[in-house]
C-alpha cells in the first residue's frame, strides 16, 4: 500500500542527495512499459526549475505518461515519487525534483497476483523431475499454484523444496528468484482430469523472505501505477 512520507522539501532535498551519493538502484514504472533500472545521478536546475538526473542501467525510451520511480534504502521501507520525463537520451533521464515522496506500507500479509509466466518448480522425492506450476497469487504467508500437479500430492503434506520465477505484469525478464525450503499444503481442488490447484503455506528462509517481500513491495506498486493510468 503506498502511503505519503513527507511533503518537506529540506526532508526530500535530504533523502534525493542520500540516494544520488550511496547510488542506489531505482526500479521505473510506466504504463504499458516494462520495468527499467536507473541509478540516481545528479541535482540540477534547468529552464528555471530543479531536476533529478537518472543514468540508465541500459539504453531505452519512455513516453509522457507520468512514471514512477522507486528505490530501497538499507534498513529502510521501499520508496518513490513520480512526476513527467522532462529531459530524455539514450543515457540519460530527468524528472521534475520530486514535492512529495512516498512510501510502500508494508501490510501484514498482502496477497498479489503474479502475471501468468511466473513459476514454481516442485521437488518431490518419488518424480526424477520437479512438478511446475503456474504461480496464480503470492504472500508472505503461501502462494496459489495451478497447473499439472502430480496427484500424489494431497492436502497436509509436507513439500519442498519449491523453486519460484516470478515477473512483473509488463516485464520481459524475471524480477525474482528463490526457493522455499518447505511448506505445507493446505488446499487442494480438482480443476479437471489432467489440472489441479494447490494453496501451500511456507516455511521461508530469512534470504526468501528478503527476495519475496521485495517482489511483493514492486507489484504492489506497478498494481497501482496501471490502475491510476487508467
Do not use: W
Given at each position: 500500500m503506498r502511503k505519503l512520507w513527507t511533503t518537506d522539501p529540506e526532508t526530500i532535498h535530504q533523502e534525493i542527495e542520500i540516494v544520488i551519493k550511496d547510488k542506489s538502484q531505482f526500479t521505473l514504472f510506466q504504463h504499458g512499459q516494462p520495468t527499467r533500472k536507473l541509478i540516481a545521478k545528479e541535482i540540477t536546475e534547468k529552464d528555471g526549475g530543479k531536476h533529478v538526473i537518472f543514468t540508465k542501467l541500459t539504453p531505452f525510451s519512455i513516453s509522457e505518461d507520468i512514471c514512477y520511480l522507486v528505490y530501497h534504502r538499507t534498513g529502510e521501507m521501499m520508496r518513490g515519487f513520480h512526476g513527467p520525463s522532462q529531459l530524455e537520451s539514450p543515457q540519460l533521464l530527468?524528472?521534475?525534483?520530486?514535492?512529495?515522496?512516498?512510501?510502500?506500507?508494508?501490510?501484514?500479509?498482502?496477497?498479489?497476483?503474479?502475471?501468468?509466466n511466473s513459476q514454481a518448480?516442485?521437488?518431490?522425492?518419488?518424480?526424477?523431475?520437479?512438478?511446475?506450476?503456474?504461480?496464480?497469487?503470492?504472500?508472505?504467508?503461501?502462494?496459489?499454484?495451478?497447473?499439472?500437479?502430480?496427484?500424489?500430492?494431497?492436502?497436509?503434506?509436507?513439500?519442498?523444496?519449491?523453486?519460484?520465477?516470478?515477473y512483473m505484469q509488463v516485464a520481459t525478464m524475471a524480477i525474482d528468484t528463490f526457493t522455499v525450503p518447505q511448506a505445507t499444503v493446505t488446499r487442494v481442488h480438482e480443476l479437471d482430469e489432467n489440472s489441479r490447484e494447490?494453496?501451500?503455506?511456507?516455511?521461508?528462509?530469512?534470504d526468501a523472505r528478503e527476495t519475496l517481500e521485495h517482489y511483493i513491495q514492486l507489484r504492489s506498486i506497478e498494481e497501482s501505477a496501471q490502475k491510476n493510468n487508467k
Open positions: 530527468a524528472v521534475p525534483f520530486p514535492t512529495e515522496i512516498f512510501q510502500v506500507q508494508r501490510r501484514k500479509f498482502p496477497r498479489i497476483t503474479t502475471p501468468g518448480s516442485i521437488a518431490l522425492d518419488y518424480a526424477q523431475l520437479p512438478n511446475t506450476a503456474t504461480v496464480k497469487d503470492i504472500c508472505m504467508e503461501g502462494a496459489r499454484l495451478s497447473g499439472k500437479i502430480s496427484p500424489r500430492i494431497r492436502k497436509n503434506d509436507i513439500i519442498g523444496p519449491i523453486s519460484f520465477t516470478l494447490i494453496g501451500i503455506h511456507f516455511k521461508l528462509s530469512e
